[in-house]
């Protein structure tokens, strides 16, 4: 069963996951990022413990490509999680200074998952995003669907930025909803299993200037789950006992060139 997509792209501070801002020019930029987390959540659902989660991201102008990884260090799930490969990409269509439109995709492998377990070894997902920014806020409702495991996810971000001068950075806060529903949610099995669930994240970081290529970003999020429950065919319906309520500390050195 693909645990992932069963529950925000990673950990619980996804905040780097919106529609990325329209670029003025072409000029191609590379953004390398190791991140340690010391949980592993995803839509409200607990995947792991500490988790090391490097990944590269390449942009040109309005388009984004990268790579997001996960190497669990504690807690993995068997079978599934060790590692996770997620290449992803964007496109930003401007509409004016505050809207544009974002269509994308993810593409979630996992290697070592084991498929006679009910494991995906990889499932891919689509997206679309509209960021609309208003007083300095920006509204992001997004719309994903797993072809794979053949259901929607409904979320609506708000970010908003409070500049911090003196101590020479900003606290970007974020806060996230969502809700989603599978009707495939494990390989091989008749009849097949669904699984849905809501879920909320409400987080803070602040970014810390290194040099003009570097940066430390220290964030700290709370992400749960709620509402998940699975169900193969006419059996009761049995709850998601990893979808949970969890803090999240996040570490993480970007470095541009």
């Not at 987390?37 to 490509?65: H, K, T, W």
């Not at 709620?226 to 193969?232: P, T, V």
Request: glycine share 10%; charged share 15%; net charge neutral.
């Amino acid at each position: 069963m693909n645990i992932r997509t069963t529950s925000l792209l990673g950990s619980a501070l996804a905040l780097a996951l919106l529609a990325p801002s329209v670029r003025a020019d072409n000029t191609v930029s590379t953004v390398v990022t190791p991140t340690f987390v010391n949980q592993y959540m995803f839509r409200g659902v607990r995947l792991g413990g500490p988790s090391f989660e490097p990944s590269v991201e390449v942009d040109s102008g309005n388009y984004a490509i990268g790579v997001w990884t996960n190497f669990p260090i504690k807690d993995k799930v068997d079978g599934q999680s060790d590692p996770e490969v997620d290449p992803y990409g964007s496109y930003t269509i401007a509409v004016n200074d505050s809207f544009n439109v974002a269509p994308g995709f993810t593409w979630y492998n996992y290697p070592n998952a084991h498929t006679s377990d009910g494991f995906y070894k990889s499932t891919f997902e689509p997206n679309i995003a509209v960021n609309y920014t208003v007083s300095g806020m920006k509204f992001t409702p997004k719309f994903y669907y797993d072809v794979v495991l053949k259901g929607p996810t409904y979320e609506l971000t708000i970010t908003y930025a409070i500049p911090l001068k003196d101590a020479g950075t900003e606290l970007d806060w974020t806060a996230t909803g969502g809700t989603y529903i599978i009707r495939d949610a494990a390989k091989g099995v008749d009849p097949q299993v669904k699984n849905w669930g809501d879920y909320y994240l409400i987080g803070v970081s602040a970014p810390f200037a290194i040099n003009k290529a570097s940066k430390l970003i220290i964030g700290f999020a709370y992400t749960k789950g709620s509402g998940n429950f699975l169900k193969q065919g006419t059996f009761p319906k049995v709850e998601n006992t990893a979808a949970v309520g969890r803090g999240v500390v996040t570490l993480s050195y970007a470095y541009t060139f």
